[in-house]
């Protein structure tokens, strides 16, 4: 992300997306209420005298939106941001009509805000200073595999691969030939992904038992030029719940400290952990998390993505300015994605919660 101008006496940043990572932190920080401009192309139909309109041509102009909707396309690298007109060229637009700015990597646009929390400005700052760093993450065992990619905007299970070569009672023939197919497959669908994505910073091999090291050794000896770029790690399974194991651990983190998904997982299980232990220092519903900014409580304010953008007016109003307070109150903010296992996990919590620095007195 390329921060082009901060005029944040007017509530203005410039700013130009470089990659899919960066439209999702945009997809984050755009909310209903704000403004964005940007170059964009409508099309413009003429009325002729006797006849139909014609169909129109495309031009391309400077349109500023009030923004009312904002939608993710991840497959088509493209974020689409709905509102009503506010300016444009007379000529070929009437205000308060609707239109969309397809915001793809290399547009720049501005964006306008009221008030900027910290927490949104930390956001911007850290996808300034990150490239699209990108983690593969494999979980395997005898008969099964798992191949996962962790970014910024959650995890993608791309394959999940098991044995059919059963032995006697059922269970799996771990033969030479059998895992030699295993590993072939996993190494054909391997190079794939790292010709889609050549960004990647780490490959984490993780499962139970000495199946992990096998094809550990397996890996470097097929793709030798990612040598430098294998981890191996130790998870209870080959299946899914091994990758999101591999998150939880911290073993992500340990290798790509910068992607925000493992940080949020370990605040999640933070906010869990109090919760069960019954110490007091968690909260969550408005009602609970209210009662603790006002005792300046907060260290931790957990929020959902689409707690922010689906509020209405006068709730999301009331959210900013709570979270407002507890940047006063020295407490950090973190928005979390619906897209993973920590967002609906705070959902599950009415999409707000809170680590306190202390517990609460007993009203």
């Known amino acids: 992300m390329k921060i082009v101008a901060r005029k944040l006496e007017k509530g203005i940043i410039v700013v130009v997306p470089e990659s899919m990572d960066d439209l999702w932190h945009l997809y984050n920080i755009i909310l209903p209420g704000d403004q964005i401009a940007a170059r964009t192309v409508r099309r413009v139909r003429r009325d002729t005298e006797g006849s139909r309109p014609d169909k129109g041509e495309r031009r391309k102009m400077f349109i500023r939106l009030g923004v009312e909707e904002v939608s993710l396309h991840k497959y088509s690298n493209r974020l689409r ?50 490239k699209g760093q990108r983690v593969i993450v494999i979980a395997i065992e005898e008969g099964c595999a798992t191949i996962g990619i962790v970014d910024d905007s959650g995890v993608d299970i791309h394959l999940t691969l098991q044995g059919n070569a059963m032995g006697k009672y059922g269970k799996y023939q771990n033969s030479p030939e059998m895992l030699g ?8 669908h391997l190079r794939e992904l790292l010709n889609q994505f050549p960004d990647v910073i780490k490959i984490i091999v993780v499962g139970p038992g000495f199946t992990k090291d096998k094809f550990g050794d397996f890996l470097q000896q097929r793709i030798p030029e990612i040598k430098n770029k294998i981890l191996l790690d130790h998870v209870s399974n080959g299946t899914t719940a091994g990758v999101y194991e591999a998150l939880q651990r ?17 605040l999640i299980d933070e906010l869990l952990r109090h919760l069960g232990k019954g110490s007091g220092k968690a909260a969550y519903g408005w009602d609970e998390i209210i009662r603790a900014i006002q005792f300046g409580a907060v260290e931790t304010l957990l929020i959902l993505d689409k707690t922010l953008r689906e509020a209405p007016p006068e709730k999301r109003k009331t959210l900013e300015d709570l979270m407002r307070e507890v940047e006063k109150q020295a407490g950090s903010i973190e928005i979390f994605s619906t897209e993973h296992q920590a967002g609906r996990q705070l959902a599950g919590f009415g999409g707000i919660a809170g680590i306190l620095r202390f517990p609460l007195p007993t009203s």
């Open 81 to 130: 941001v709905k509102g009503r007109i506010l300016s444009g060229p007379g000529d070929f637009v009437s205000l308060g009509t609707y239109h969309t700015i397809n915001v793809e990597p290399g547009l720049k646009i501005e964006i306008l805000k009221e008030h900027w929390p910290r927490s949104l400005l930390n956001r911007l700052k850290e996808a300034a200073k990150q």
């Open 181 to 188: 197919q295993l590993f072939g497959a996993i190494v054909l």
């Open 250 to 266: 911290g073993i992500v983190e340990r290798v790509a400290s910068e992607i925000r998904l493992s940080r949020e997982i370990k």
